[in-house]
């Protein structure tokens, strides 16, 4: 994995720009540890830090491809290419030549022979930028689920990109400001595609490919969920869940440095490990190394609430029996998650207020800078909720009739409403659920149905889409920021685009065929794991339960209300902050307690650090 930056000027000269590219690559530091580079050309310049995972030696990069001495095109790569050995010695037999190892060759290769149709033959997690030197164009290309993040700012000449915001503005020709509608974007939980909140600021979509030539800007889609006819019976539907994970985790294992798997002890982050371990004992490789994250005292002080009904704990131990695995627990508390450096790390990692999830951001940073000391590449277990129906609202016959996204319905709804404490007029100018209801319309109008489809199943292919489009967007996104802050690359197997295509043609019905969440997925791996965590209910990623985490948040605020030049006070409505602060703190503290103080905190850290201008 790696950190990558560019620019395109067709009225500049980038070769006076040196400084500039290189100010751009630095920020990307954190993605990128091993190595640095940077290429200017007369109308553009590219930059790169890597993480080096695959050809250690040989896989450098900006890389450049030439011929005669003519300078061909030039790639800044981040991702990994699974099916980078096959395309690799397909690229050979059609009199293509390699000077290395990587995958990142195999992409600029297979672009020197198939031209932009060569994205369809990547399966992985992939964003890059190609200059074409011949026809004077950039690609900027993101991989069909959205694993790896690329960002771009369209100028009068031509755009800036890279992996983070951060990135882009590092260029000072980029303003910090928001809007309205970066407003709303922040305030509600719509994740609205190629939205970035800074103001002119964009995001390349999931399985699209941007253009930028001196004509202008074009958008290009290469992949999309369509719907087709499922006709295999459930035993071939379940045995091809299962050949497919096989062969994906298989692939994921290819790495040419340590290697572990990320576990909670939950049926997906299990299925994953147990397959990592299979493959890797056929191999000779070894126990398969596994992380898990808990809270100190959980343990003896573990309170159901709607969302985790049981500890992680004891389920992730009867896996590690179970599969004999190398496994380390990493534990926290709240002083660790209200560290003050975490929580500017956290936010210096995500350019964005972390402002869903609480908790979970600086948890998921700790784990993952522990993770890093043992481990470069990590395996997950992320999306197979999304793409198997584990999440509770995929069961609640509220969402079949409600015209809102899922995850905001009465049950889930609460824990993304940060709201309380801003103010009413803004609110009000913002006008969220009617920007939720026309959000909510756009997405439901791109799913694609089968002629006929009606009922349940249509519903529930519309539920399936809108979870894997717009949810699955900000754990994939929260995911990335984490890892690569601290240098660790996270695949995620169930983010195959075979098995995602596959299983969301899958009949609904067939997706619960024994009554409960997540059945095909159950099905294809119950030989693997213990009893236990086949039978357990979903359950999230962990979030801590001590007060004295909550109590940290209150005390922050009220430090924000006695400041009268916090960035964020012109939001909230200050009554209403008092209001809060004279309230108990809630003796068993969870996201829902808690998140009316989260939201307004980060937002504040966002404005105050990255000096952004909220606009009218």
């Not at 909140?197 to 390349?204: A, D, N, P, Q, S």
């Not at 926290?332 to 951001?361: E, F, I």
Request: charged share 25%.
């Amino acid at each position: 994995m790696c950190g990558i930056v560019g620019w395109v000027d067709f009225e500049r000269d980038l070769g006076l720009e040196a400084d500039v590219i290189r100010a751009m690559t630095d920020t990307m530091a954190c993605r990128g540890p091993d190595d640095e580079g940077t290429w200017t050309g007369r109308h553009a310049a590219v930059g790169h830090r890597r993480l080096s995972v695959i050809d250690l030696e040989g896989g450098r990069q900006p890389m450049s491809a030439e011929e005669d001495g003519r300078l061909l095109a030039v790639l800044t790569f981040s991702g990994e290419i699974y099916n980078y050995r096959e395309l690799r010695a397909e690229l050979i037999s059609r009199g293509q030549t390699f000077r290395t190892r990587s995958d990142t060759e195999v992409v600029l290769r297979a672009y020197l022979e198939w031209g932009e149709s060569f994205v369809d033959r990547l399966n992985g997690m992939f964003a890059f930028g190609l200059w074409d030197a011949r026809r004077e164009q950039l690609l900027l290309v993101r991989d069909r689920m959205g694993v790896k993040p690329l960002y771009y700012y369209p100028t009068p000449h031509g755009v800036l990109f890279g992996s983070e915001p951060k990135a882009i503005l590092a260029n000072r020709e980029v303003p910090r400001r928001i809007g309205l509608d970066g407003l709303r974007e922040l305030l509600d939980m719509t994740k609205t595609p190629e939205h970035a909140l800074f103001t002119g600021m964009k995001e390349v979509r999931p399985g699209h490919l941007v253009t930028v030539r001196r004509e202008g800007l074009a958008k290009r889609r290469y992949w999309a969920l369509e719907a087709r006819e499922h006709t295999d019976s459930l035993d071939v539907t379940v045995r091809t869940v299962r050949e497919l994970l096989e062969d994906t985790v298989s692939r994921q294992l290819i790495s040419d440095v340590p290697l572990c798997s990320l576990l909670s002890g939950g049926l997906d982050s299990s299925a994953v490990t147990a397959l990592a371990a299979k493959a890797l004992a056929g191999r000779g490789a070894g126990p398969v190394r596994s992380f898990s994250v808990d809270f100190v005292g959980a343990a003896d002080n573990f309170v159901p609430d709607p969302l985790r009904a049981t500890p992680d704990a004891p389920f992730v131990r009867d896996l590690v029996r179970h599969v004999a695995a190398d496994h380390h627990e990493i534990l926290l508390d709240s002083d660790d998650l209200s560290d003050p450096m975490v929580r500017a790390a956290v936010l210096g990692a995500t350019d964005l207020p972390p402002v869903w999830y609480g908790d979970l951001w600086p948890s998921l940073y700790l784990l993952f800078q522990a993770v890093r000391a043992h481990s470069t590449v990590a395996l997950s277990g992320e999306s197979a909720d999304e793409l198997f129906g584990g999440y509770s609202w995929f069961h609640d016959p509220e969402v079949l009739t409600a015209e809102t996204f899922p995850w905001l319905t009465s049950t889930p709804g609460p824990f993304y409403d940060g709201t309380p404490l801003f103010d009413d007029g803004l609110l009000r100018t913002l006008d969220l659920p009617g920007t939720r209801r026309a959000r909510y319309h756009e997405a439901i109008a791109e799913v694609p149905v089968l002629p006929g489809e009606t009922g349940l199943e249509k519903r529930m292919r519309e539920i399936g889409y809108l979870n894997l489009t717009r949810f699955l967007n900000t754990l994939l996104d929260r995911k990335d920021r984490m890892s690569m802050a601290v240098g660790l690359e996270v695949r995620v197997p169930f983010c195959d685009h075979r098995l995602v295509e596959y299983v969301f043609n899958t009949p609904w019905a067939m997706k619960t065929f024994d009554g409960r969440e997540k059945s095909l997925l159950r099905a294809a791996t119950r030989d693997l794991l213990p009893t236990s965590i086949v039978e357990r209910v979903k359950a999230p990623y962990p979030s801590t339960q001590d007060s004295g985490y909550e109590k940290n948040l209150h005390a922050r605020l009220a430090e924000l209300a006695a400041n009268p030049d916090a960035p964020v006070r012109p939001l909230l409505d200050m009554a209403k902050v008092r209001r809060r602060l004279e309230s108990p703190v809630s003796e068993n503290s969870t996201q829902i307690t808690r998140i009316d103080l989260e939201v307004p905190l980060w937002v504040n850290a966002w404005l105050d650090r990255y000096e952004v201008t909220v606009e009218d």
